[in-house]
């Protein structure tokens, strides 16, 4: 029962973010605007999956297509953000290896019949690497108020998120082999840190900055 509470809590939070953006939508810069598109894709994966789930159909071929978009949509929101020449060049090297290798994976050895651990574990590292680097050019401002900068909270979000997403998948082959109550308390904690994430991408889409 907590953990099907837990599930619809995630799905609220998700949906309130969703909405905050949508309210928020005119005011926000071109970067939170995509943002804004990646939480509705997330909202809608999330309810095809359940959907799909219900009537016993396959459902995992979802987290392969939104794990490619997220990287996308990421991807370009950062390179917006991102003020050194360097980074952003590594960004898009990055990006576009990423997009070669998930290619490759759905044809080899991380087909759309089965978790795609290697393709989201690849892509979270990206996001955490570069999520630091727009964190620490945050910090170093020294004429804004970091906490009222929605970068702060995007990057923020985005860390918690694919640290919490590592966390799952690192542990996923020894959770098949556990017992159901601590697969239970697993999954409690990993949607724990995402709907904690969820609730920052709002924080950041009523800055005014």
């Given at each position: 029962m907590k953990l099907i509470f837990l599930f619809y809590f995630l799905v609220f939070i998700q949906i309130v973010t969703a909405i905050t953006g949508g309210i928020r939508y005119k005011y926000l810069p071109l970067p939170l605007r995509i943002l804004e598109g990646l939480i509705l894709v997330s909202v809608v994966e999330v309810f095809v999956q359940w959907i799909l789930g219900t009537h016993h159909i396959h459902n995992a071929w979802t987290s392969h297509v939104y794990t490619l978009i997220e990287i996308v949509c990421i991807s370009v929101i950062y390179f917006v953000w991102l003020k050194n020449d360097t980074y952003r060049f590594m960004l898009l090297v990055c990006l576009s290896s990423?997009?070669?290798?998930?290619?490759?994976?759905?044809?080899?050895?991380?087909?759309?019949?089965?978790?795609?651990?290697?393709?989201?574990?690849?892509?979270?590292?990206?996001?955490?690497?570069?999520?630091?680097?727009?964190?620490?050019?945050?910090?170093?401002?020294?004429?804004?108020?970091?906490?009222?900068?929605?970068?702060?909270?995007?990057?923020?979000?985005?860390?918690?998120?694919?640290?919490?997403?590592?966390?799952?998948?690192?542990?996923?082959?020894?959770?098949?082999?556990?017992?159901?109550?601590?697969?239970?308390?697993?999954?409690?904690?990993?949607?724990?840190?995402?709907?904690?994430?969820?609730?920052?991408?709002?924080?950041?889409?009523l800055c005014k900055r």
């Open positions: 990423f997009i070669i290798f998930w290619v490759v994976s759905k044809f080899t050895f991380e087909p759309f019949s089965m978790l795609d651990g290697w393709s989201a574990s690849v892509s979270k590292i990206i996001q955490i690497t570069f999520s630091v680097f727009i964190l620490v050019e945050v910090i170093k401002e020294n004429d804004i108020v970091w906490t009222d900068d929605p970068r702060f909270w995007v990057v923020a979000s985005v860390i918690i998120y694919s640290a919490g997403i590592l966390f799952w998948f690192a542990l996923f082959n020894k959770m098949l082999s556990i017992s159901p109550d601590r697969l239970r308390q697993v999954t409690s904690m990993n949607w724990i840190l995402t709907s904690i994430s969820y609730l920052l991408f709002a924080r950041s889409f």
